[in-house]
């Protein structure tokens, strides 16, 4: 089955400086790739999602990238923010809408 | 439009007691997902509704872990008896029709302490 690696564990940055957070898969299956935001007591909330036939999608602070040849995606933020403190799940979907996450990232934003 | 809508929010059993969560998807979503999330882990996927069909329980603990969705919409996941391990939270989601990739939509969930 499929496998998603998601790095750094912890990520720690200053308002305003940028954080990047990387993922690897296993499964050449897989075309959908979601990035979550999680805080604390809430569910997931999905914020960006980029399809295989994509290399990089953006939604004001944030962009994806994708790297199909090396099973390769990245989110990127720019200008972080306060707000943006929070753990981040990327996850790689297979036809059948079925997700596997990686096992997260805490990111926190020091003011 | 309402979101994924589930209860309880927090549970406490002693191991070998049984629980059931319930789970109210959003409208119109034939998909539905139950996912287990252990403390500093990722979600990882229980099992897997087609309107009142089951498209993937693999990973669903049989012996212990049963889930229904009789009428296609609402769904309750029960876990008889439970074990220390089961401690974690349960997160319902679901999505439009899973023919084609869509987007998933996560319930707060239902934190399950076992003592």
């Known amino acids: 089955g499929e496998n998603v690696e998601q790095h750094p564990s912890t990520l720690s940055v200053q308002e305003g400086d940028s954080a990047v957070i990387k993922c690897t898969y296993s499964d050449s299956a897989s075309n959908y790739f979601p990035w979550y935001k999680q805080e604390l007591g809430k569910g997931p909330q999905l914020i960006i999602d980029i399809r295989s036939n994509v290399g990089e999608k953006k939604d004001q602070r944030i962009a994806v990238t994708l790297n199909k040849t090396a099973k390769h995606f990245s989110l990127h933020i720019t200008e972080t923010q306060p707000e943006d403190s929070a753990v981040y799940f990327c996850?790689?979907?297979?036809?059948?809408?079925?997700?596997?996450f990686g096992g997260g990232t805490r990111v926190l934003v020091k003011p | 439009e309402a979101g994924v809508a589930q209860s309880p929010r927090y549970k406490i059993i002693e191991k070998r007691q049984s629980v059931a969560f319930w789970c109210n998807p959003i409208s119109g979503h034939a998909t539905l997902y139950w996912y287990q999330q252990i403390l500093g882990q990722g979600p990882k996927l229980l099992i897997q509704f087609q309107n009142n069909g089951v498209v993937d329980d693999s990973q669903l603990p049989k012996d212990r872990f049963s889930a229904e969705r009789l009428k296609g919409v609402d769904s309750t996941l029960k876990i008889q008896p439970a074990k220390l391990e089961d401690s974690a939270v349960y997160l319902c989601?679901?999505?439009?029709?899973?023919?084609?990739?869509?987007?998933?939509?996560f319930g707060a969930g239902t934190r399950l302490s076992v003592l």
């Open positions: 996850a790689a979907g297979v036809p059948g809408n079925k997700l596997t």
């Open positions: 989601a679901s999505s439009l029709a899973a023919r084609v990739v869509n987007i998933q939509y």
